[in-house]
């Protein structure tokens, strides 16, 4: 069974940093794709970043250039999101999700909460 | 490419059909999907290429359309069908772009 589990998410004050985590299990991470997904509380699905399968290639949002940094470990079937300089407006729910080539996003986690506030 | 899904809410009765439509700003192929969302949970791929369902996902959904309109159409909702659907563009990319999502609610 296909599971991605996402942690590291909770409270942080403007201007700090969040490492958020994606455990996957159930399939061969090394080839697929891996996306990051957020949902602010109330509001619809924005795609905020992208992997590779061997990461070469990471794309982000306009919204998070600059200030994010996504990466994985292949050898762990482990996904990252390095989140700087956070705003209130990155209060949201994070999801991992995966895609293959030129497809849809199948399969999502559960999704992390981070707030940003002081 | 703006993906943008007509009504924001859609009232319906259990047992009716239920059309929603999405539309891109520019042409995607067939490249679009349908997700569903409940309250607390995360999306769940309904459809992909415009009109094949995902693995699991009953026959009363169904997809339609090509180029730049698309509909989703649920046949008979049922209770567990009244949730919010987005469409998502991976036609050209980054980004992977969503619409801003139809409520189905009850009536």
């Known amino acids: 069974e296909v599971q991605l589990v996402e942690s590291g998410g909770g409270l942080v004050q403007p201007g700090g940093s969040l490492r958020l985590s994606c455990a996957a299990s159930?399939?061969?991470?090394?080839?697929?794709?891996m996306h990051w997904v957020r949902q602010a509380p109330g509001k619809g699905l924005e795609w905020i970043s992208y992997?590779?399968?061997?990461?070469?290639?990471?794309y982000y949002a306009d919204s998070v250039r600059g200030r994010f940094t996504i990466s994985r470990d292949n050898a762990k079937d482990s996904l990252f999101l390095q989140m700087n300089s956070l705003s209130d407006e990155d209060t949201a729910v994070y999801y991992c999700?995966?895609?293959?080539?030129?497809?849809?996003?199948?399969?999502w986690g559960h999704g992390a909460l981070v707030t940003v506030s002081s | 490419i703006v993906m943008t899904q007509s009504p924001a809410t859609l009232s319906v009765s259990p047992g009716e059909r239920a059309t929603l439509s999405c539309r891109a700003s520019?042409?995607?192929?067939?490249?679009l999907a349908w997700y569903q969302q409940k309250p607390g949970q995360a999306p769940r791929l309904l459809i992909y290429?415009?009109?094949t369902r995902a693995t699991g996902i009953p026959a009363r959904f169904s997809g339609s359309g090509s180029g730049t309109e698309f509909t989703l159409t649920i046949s008979s909702l049922q209770s567990e069908d009244f949730a919010v659907y987005y469409c998502?563009?991976?036609?050209?990319?980054?980004?992977?772009?969503f619409g801003q999502g139809t409520k189905v609610e009850i009536k």
């Open positions: 999700a995966r895609s293959a080539t030129n497809t849809p996003f199948d399969y």
């Open positions: 159930g399939f061969t991470f090394s080839s697929y794709r």
């Open positions: 992997i590779s399968s061997s990461s070469n290639d990471r």
């Open positions: 520019q042409s995607i192929s067939s490249n």
């Open positions: 290429s415009a009109s």
């Open positions: 998502q563009q991976y036609h050209n990319w980054p980004p992977w772009t």
